[in-house]
Structures are given as C-alpha cells and as structure tokens.
C-alpha cells in the first residue's frame, strides 16, 4: 500500500493492521499484563495508606497486646510471681538439727543456721508456735545412723505432738517406729529414715513440736539436709 493510499485511512480513524497476522494477539495479552499489573499496584497503594489514616481501636492494641505478652505470662514463672507477690501473708517455717548446742539425749532444732528460717511464725522452747488459727501442713524428717549393731535389736522411734491451751496435756498428731539390727552384733554401719507429714488445723496458740525418745538421740544424724522440721499455712 502506498503512502498516499494510508494518510485518508488514519485521518479518517480506521484502524490499520501493521506487522504479521499474529501481531494482534499478542498486542491483547499486553494489554491484559499491563491491566492487572495496575490494578495490583492501585491494591497495595489502597492498602498502605488505609493503614497510615485509619488507627488501630483501643480493643484491637489491647488484643495485640495480649497476644505478644501470652508467652510471659503463662506457665510455672507466672505462677510463681502471683504466689510470691499475692496480698496473702507468708507463714512458714523450716528447722534443722543443731549439731552442737543442746541436750545430747533430746533434738534440738535450731531456726538461725544454714538453711534454716521461720517466717510469721514462732520459734520457742525447741517448738513452733501457731500465731494465726487456720490450716497448716506440717512435715519432719529425722535420719537415724550407727557405725555398728549392738546384740539386741534397736527400736527407733519418731513422734509430732501438739500441745494447746484448750487442753491439759499433749496430742499425739503423727508417729513412726521402725527397728534395726535383728541378727546380732557385726560391725556393719546401719541407717533409718522416718519422714512424717499431714495437714492439721491449728488455733493460734497450739505449740507444734517434733521429738525422739532420750534413748534413741544419740544416734541421730545431724548433717544439714538430712533432719528438719517444718510447717507453712496452706
């Protein structure tokens, strides 16, 4: 086609196919590429600036905040925070045999060495004193050693009494009684273990004590860790 014949075709607005017959597929798909490739960037756009105008509500920080705090604030460490710093008073306490001081025929129990404290409760007349009435466990361990058996049988004994004011002598709460030493005399070194506890309900005033017979205290293993007494408010 001539150039004279072409310049009435475009001047009259008639499209003019230029190039191979496949030309005018491809000029569609470019067109379409280029549609949706504007239309992700009017997306994205749209996006952006909503989140730069509008705020976040109140209830959605509160909820992001929740969600970035949930793994601080669950499990034992929480548990552990809330016990320790919760409106309730703290009573507890935890003995040890004292290894020097005292009678050689009685338990001492000392509250002022090593791991030993009382804490809302009182410590007197080798026993504890319950200063506030409520629910209490108590537990006592008490760890008998001997280098040899002797010929007869050795009877062990360990005993928890209350004393209170609304009564005129002494309860028995908890008792344990083992033996050693059935075949003889031999000098192998022997050990007995005798672990009590329970729970009780105790008025202010009762007195908790942990004992042995006179006879039985000199075979008391008295190294820290091995015999105590304690008691905490539940």
């Not at 000098?187 to 007995?192: L, N, R, S, T």
Request: hydrophobic share 35%; net charge negative; aromatic share 10%.
């Amino acid at each position: 086609m001539s150039n004279e014949k072409m310049l009435p075709e475009l001047e009259s607005g008639r499209g003019v196919e230029v190039g191979e017959p496949g030309g005018s597929q491809g000029g569609r798909l470019l067109k379409l590429s280029c549609t949706v490739a504007a239309l992700a960037v009017l997306a994205v756009s749209s996006y952006l600036l909503y989140s730069q105008v509008i705020p976040q509500t109140p209830n959605q920080e509160a909820a992001l905040s929740g969600v970035e705090d949930l793994s601080a604030n669950s499990g034992l460490p929480h548990l552990m925070r809330q016990v320790r710093n919760g409106p309730r008073e703290r009573i507890a306490a935890h003995l040890t045999a004292d290894p020097i001081n005292g009678n050689p025929n009685e338990l001492t129990w000392q509250e002022a060495a090593g791991i030993a404290f009382a804490h809302g409760i009182e410590f007197s007349n080798n026993s504890l004193l319950i200063k506030k009435t409520g629910f209490y466990f108590i537990y006592t361990q008490v760890v008998f050693y001997y280098s040899q058996c002797e010929e007869n049988t050795i009877f062990l004994s360990h005993d928890m009494h209350k004393f209170s004011l609304a009564y005129p002598e002494e309860t028995i709460l908890l008792k344990a009684t083992k033996s050693v030493c059935h075949h003889g005399r031999h000098d192998d070194p022997w050990y007995k273990t005798s672990y009590q506890g329970a729970i009780f309900d105790f008025e202010a005033g009762d007195r908790v004590y942990s004992r042995v017979p006179s006879n039985v205290a000199r075979y008391l293993d008295k190294a820290e860790g091995k015999t105590f007494f304690g008691i905490f408010a539940l």
